[in-house]
């Protein structure tokens, strides 16, 4: 059984930071892609930021250079640091995760983490 758990959103006033944090655990073979996603109220879901296995990361233009994205491959951890933050950026962030699992390619979604930037 693969999971992602996602620990660090919360309430912050505009201008602040904050640091996400996705693990995967099970039993995996490969993490490859690993996402995070976020979703506002009556808004649909977007990407927000990617970071293939051993390649460069990319983002939005609406998170760009206020973003960052970086893994921990030791311990299968995604990371989202957060700077800058406006108001609109408040949703509920998703990280996903491409896994290799017994010789099979499979999407994996965290349970979602809740970021609020309000003064």
């Known amino acids: 059984q693969v999971q992602l758990v996602e620990s660090g959103g919360g309430l912050v006033q505009p201008g602040g930071s904050l640091r996400l944090s996705c693990t995967v655990s099970?039993?995996?073979?490969?993490?490859?892609?690993m996402d995070w996603h976020r979703q506002a109220p009556g808004k649909e879901r977007e990407l927000v930021a990617t970071i293939p296995k051993g390649g460069s990361a990319s983002y939005s233009d609406s998170v760009k250079g206020r973003f960052t994205i970086s893994r921990d491959a030791a311990k299968g951890t995604v990371y989202l640091q957060m700077n800058s933050l406006k108001p609109e950026d408040t949703a509920i962030y998703y990280c996903k995760a491409r896994v290799l699992v017994a010789g099979v390619l499979i999407t994996y979604w965290g349970q979602g983490t809740q970021v609020t930037v309000s003064s």
């Open positions: 099970g039993n995996i073979f490969t993490i490859y892609t």
